[in-house]
């Protein structure tokens, strides 16, 4: 990991992002989590807002695999005015793992002031879009293939250019 970190540092000071101390940390430790897979995907809600935030990621991505091979798995992902980075084969992996569920599922409803647990007639229906969007997540990212076909022309328009 500590080429990945050198190869960041370089790719920040190589496309010109400023970045305060903490933003800087976090987005070090969030690669880092991706690079080793204990996450699939990081939502980035610092270093910026949309669409220079984009930028900024799209061209550090672009660089660190351009410098390192650790980071062929790195995309960036726009949904809804919500920018990730993902790592294209762990979030394959987490979302087939994901559909094989064989425990019980709670949902808590976190738009209601405080949030509350969905109740049983609201689930059915929540478990339903959730294994819809599971389904579709799949299709998107399958676990064959080669890493540069992962990435489905349909989703090109949410997943950035890099």
């Avoid at 389904?135 to 890099?162: I, K, R, T």
Wanted: proline content about 4%; some cysteine.
């Amino acid at each position: 990991m500590e080429e990945a970190i050198k190869v960041l540092d370089s790719a920040l000071s190589h496309i010109k992002w400023r970045l305060k101390f903490p933003a800087k940390n976090r987005l070090q430790i969030d690669i880092v989590a991706l690079l080793t897979e204990m996450r699939p995907v990081i939502m980035v809600d610092y270093g910026g807002k949309l669409p220079e935030l984009q930028d900024h990621l799209c061209a550090l991505v672009k660089f660190c695999q351009q410098e390192s091979a650790i980071f062929e798995n790195l995309r960036v992902m726009l949904i809804e005015d919500m920018i990730y980075l993902i790592h294209v084969r762990g979030l394959a992996e987490y979302v087939k793992s994901s559909l094989n569920l064989e425990f019980e599922l709670f949902f808590v409803n976190l738009e209601e002031d405080p949030p509350k647990m969905v109740t049983q007639a609201e689930e059915s229906t929540l478990v339903t879009e959730l294994i819809r969007v599971q389904n579709l997540f799949s299709s998107f990212f399958p676990l064959n293939g080669n890493c540069n076909d992962l990435v489905s022309h349909q989703m090109l328009d949410s997943v950035a250019e890099c």
